[in-house]
């Protein structure tokens, strides 16, 4: 690879990684207005569908395209091309199968799932949502050839133009709902058409490039069938999981949440609500986990199993940064928005109902951070089946931990068992780090004293400003903004400062961050004034 094309390859990555923080961001930002404007009844029927959208949206975002990327290359690679008819065509044939046969199964088991949570209105919107699996042929094809040839553009407006128009949608369905008065159910079909037409901008971009760049061949060649239903299947199923964490144990509380708390004796009504309470910490998770991983995975590509037996003291030190960046993001974002979540819950959802359980709940930001950043090492170094069935085996343990913690704890049981689960999948895969590259020793080389320093210096200074606001009784939404943008900055600043100070990150790491050369300036202090 000459330096043209690997500098494209790092340009490619760089799009696709600010395209998904973008998405990231649009999808937690809007579920903040959907919640002010239906309440938490309506953004309970929200999220009792979300899960489906989601894992149908990583589906034709990470899973298959990754799968028909690494189709597409082999091909290039073997001479062969990109051909329409013996490339294309098949690989569509096969993911048209089997979304087929998904949708055909969620339409036929509405009624099952229904029942099993124990809403029987929600039957309707899981069988419109069966029809929200035909979108993944058509995305997953045409992002996997571009990315395939090392076009990411064509993904990243996709993914984009996705994103807004669903959120559009949605809000603007629910600003309707909140005016117009109806059927509260009504936001869950929103939520599925937004879905579908999201999905069908998102195609109509990818056709625009597809016609502007012409990527496809006329050759032809013998279709190997079977290679390509195996790569689809199990690359593209196991990458996608990797994407699903979140998903994967909200998919939990979506079937055993709401019938667990009628057993902790709420009514039907209290418990639809109690429910909605609780997905107000999903935004704050999805956000802090961004930030808490985003650095990390920066640092991904270099993992190969080459790597792993070429130079596995190197690659160990690589792992090392990428797990310290996680781990120092994270742990702040957990600890501070711990400490203003009454203030969060205030400004966001217009009152304090279930902080208590919800600061539990955001425990999952170091947690999921952590099983994020090492689910894609491993499947970095070839072992992307351990870091799927891992997770396959958290979604059971959340399960599990719902149906006998939510009888006895109400919401605070979920947020245990959510906490729980995510601690069960970051030992596994820690566990299988350590076993597969013995020379890691992530937790012995983390700066605990750094990380304790910083957590204190954030915790006592957050305690003081809190104290005098309370004199200040801010009482009006503008005031409480005012004040949780002011703490989470100057907060944020002082715990990132105390950091550097105690040279938590190197040189070397820090000079991989955006404003790298700042934060290097602010560690070396003096030292590097006077060199100047």
């Not at 369905?173 to 999201?198: E, N, P, Q, R």
């Amino acid at each position: 690879m000459d330096g043209n094309d690997t500098n494209k390859l790092v340009k490619g990555a760089f799009l696709l990684t600010l395209a998904g923080f973008i998405g990231k961001l649009l999808s937690a930002g809007y579920r903040i207005p959907l919640q002010n404007l239906t309440g938490d009844v309506g953004f309970y029927i929200y999220q009792q569908v979300y899960p489906i959208l989601g894992m149908v949206l990583v589906l034709g975002l990470y899973g298959f395209p990754s799968a028909i990327s690494r189709l597409t290359a082999e091909m290039e690679e073997a001479g062969k091309g990109r051909s329409f008819r013996s490339f294309v065509v098949p690989v569509f044939i096969i993911l048209f199968g089997l979304v087929t046969v998904l949708s055909f199964s969620m339409y036929i088991s509405a009624p099952f799932l229904s029942d099993w949570i124990g809403d029987h209105q929600l039957e309707s919107i899981y069988r419109l949502a069966a029809l929200t699996f035909f979108v993944i042929p058509f995305l997953g094809v045409g992002r996997g050839v571009f990315q395939g040839l090392g076009d990411m553009q064509p993904t990243a407006y996709s993914q984009v133009s996705e994103q807004i128009v669903r959120v559009l949608v949605i809000v603007v369905s629910a600003v309707w709902f909140s005016t117009m008065g109806g059927d509260i159910y009504t936001i869950g079909k929103a939520a599925v058409l937004a879905s579908l037409m999201a999905g069908f901008i998102a195609f109509a971009v990818l056709s625009y490039f597809a016609v502007k760049r012409q990527p496809l061949t006329r050759n032809t060649y013998p279709i190997p069938w079977r290679y390509y239903m195996k790569t689809l299947f199990t690359f593209g199923l196991f990458f996608a999981l990797n994407h699903m964490v979140l998903l994967i144990i909200q998919f939990a509380d979506t079937f055993t949440l709401f019938p667990r708390l009628l057993d902790y004796g709420l009514d039907t009504g209290a418990a639809m609500e109690a429910k909605g309470i609780f997905d107000r910490g999903q935004p704050f998770i999805q956000l802090g986990t961004v930030l808490g991983s985003a650095f990390a995975l920066a640092l991904i590509p270099r993992i190969s199993p080459e790597r792993l037996h070429r130079e596995p003291d190197i690659l160990s030190r690589h792992i090392r940064s990428a797990l310290s960046f996680s781990v120092y993001m994270a742990f702040g974002a957990t600890l501070g928005l711990i400490l203003i979540f009454p203030e969060a819950n205030q400004l966001l959802y217009k009152n304090t109902a279930g902080t208590v359980s919800l600061q539990v709940l955001v425990i999952a930001i170091l947690l999921s951070s952590l099983v994020i950043t090492g689910a894609s090492i491993l499947q970095g170094l070839g072992y992307m089946k351990v870091a799927g069935l891992s997770i396959i085996c958290a979604f059971f343990v959340k399960w599990g931990l719902n149906d006998i913690l939510v009888p006895l704890l109400g919401i605070m049981g979920s947020a245990l068992a959510t906490t729980c689960s995510l601690l069960f999948l970051t030992a596994v895969l820690f566990y299988t780090l350590y076993r597969k590259l013995p020379e890691l020793a992530f937790f012995r080389n983390l700066n605990w004293r750094a990380l304790i320093l910083s957590g204190a210096g954030m915790t006592i200074y957050i305690m003081v400003i809190d104290f005098i606001v309370t004199w200040l009784n801010p009482t009006t939404r503008l005031d409480m903004l005012i004040y949780v943008v002011f703490i989470v900055l100057s907060a944020g600043f002082i715990y990132l400062y105390v950091l550097l100070k105690c040279k938590a990150l190197s040189e070397e790491e820090l000079a991989m961050l955006p404003l790298g050369t700042l934060f290097i300036r602010i560690q070396r202090g003096r030292h590097s004034n006077g060199s100047n």
